[in-house]
């Protein structure tokens, strides 16, 4: 029963945190000075014609009566149509989202590996100067602005290993007749840089995290047997310590979801990469306000389902939490 209501709770949760997010979604680009109007740059664009798209858009209401609409049509599965092209939103994110999430994967891969493997070896030896490097070279990259180091990688990197810098494939490959692994390597050489960017940036805090759960597990009564039973440090870590250290790193897995999808943002903005992250990116600028309530409530839907998971997770992996 205890298990039962602490999953209710944390669902209940879930939708207050999304409905507070949905109703920050509308105040906060409202509060933005201007609106679709004065982004309009024509000849013909005089005062008249402003008020009329204004009226078309259903600025002209008020705030009150546009959230109460807002929250209708959401209830509906409606998010609105662009300002821009007048078609409805939700069809024109899906292409986008299915470009960043394969991108967004492959940039957690990154820095889970990058971070299991140093956290690993600056538990495995630590007090040395190995330790100090995998955790200093980890904060380094986890404190860097993430679009400087996506520039640094276009600067440095692409060139020497002939990665491209932007879109998400070769606009000339579909003339060669391309077979489907051409296609899929053509995709992946593409989603390289803005997944190795994510993985650079995230991985620093994988690293500390599992250093110090290998740490602590350590210090267990059951790490002390092993290693009198004559085990390797290598089978201490690998067939003990790393399972029972799981706990943390798993979580943090999701926790960091939100992080990624902030930073996709302003990375598929560096790298041209047309993700969700570039049209609610574009959309700021073109004061679309359905494209980017759609944009960013998709994200954030995402990011409290990914929490939500992780709190369950956290029951099943440890049931002690709910005692």
């Known amino acids: 029963m205890r298990s039962l209501d602490y999953v209710v709770k944390r669902i209940a949760f879930a939708f207050v945190t999304i409905f507070v997010a949905v109703t920050l979604n509308f105040v906060i680009f409202r509060a933005a000075p201007g609106d679709a109007t004065t982004a309009l740059r024509c000849l013909s664009c ?75 070896v600056a538990a495995w030896r630590r007090g040395t100067l190995l330790e100090k490097l995998s955790v200093w070279v980890g ?42 692994w051409d296609e899929f390597t053509d995709r992946l050489s593409h989603m390289v840089l803005p997944s190795l960017t994510l993985g650079l940036v995230l991985y620093g805090e994988y690293t500390l995290i599992a250093r110090s759960a290998l740490l602590e597990t350590f210090g267990e009564d059951y790490i002390l047997t092993a290693r009198a039973k004559g085990l390797t440090t ?7 310590a790393l399972r029972n250290s799981l706990l943390p790193i798993t979580t ?15 990375i598929e903005a560096v790298f041209s990469y047309p993700g969700i992250g570039l049209v609610a990116y574009q959309s700021v600028f073109q004061k679309d306000y359905p494209m980017l309530q759609g944009a960013f409530l998709i994200i954030t839907t995402s990011i409290v389902i990914a929490n939500l998971i992780a709190d369950l997770l956290y029951v099943r992996l440890d049931p002690r939490i709910v005692e």
């Open 46 to 120: 005089t005062d008249e014609v402003r008020a009329q798209v204004r009226t078309e858009l259903g600025l002209d209401k008020s705030k009150w009566e546009q959230y109460k609409i807002y929250l209708k049509d959401l209830a509906h599965g409606d998010l609105g149509r662009s300002f821009q092209n007048r078609q409805p939103v939700l069809p024109q994110l899906w292409e986008p989202l299915s470009n960043t999430m394969p991108m967004l994967l492959l940039g957690t891969f990154f820095s889970i590996f990058f971070g299991l493997i140093t956290g690993i």
């Open 139 to 180: 904060l380094a990259f986890f404190a860097l602005p993430t679009q400087w180091l996506a520039i640094m990688l276009i600067l440095y990197i692409a060139g020497p290993l002939d990665l491209p810098t932007h879109g998400i494939s070769d606009p000339y490959l579909s003339f060669s007749d391309p077979s489907v």
């Open 234 to 240: 290598w089978e201490v870590v690998r067939k003990h």
């Open 252 to 266: 943090l897995v999701f926790l960091s979801l939100g992080f990624i999808a902030a930073g996709s943002i302003l």
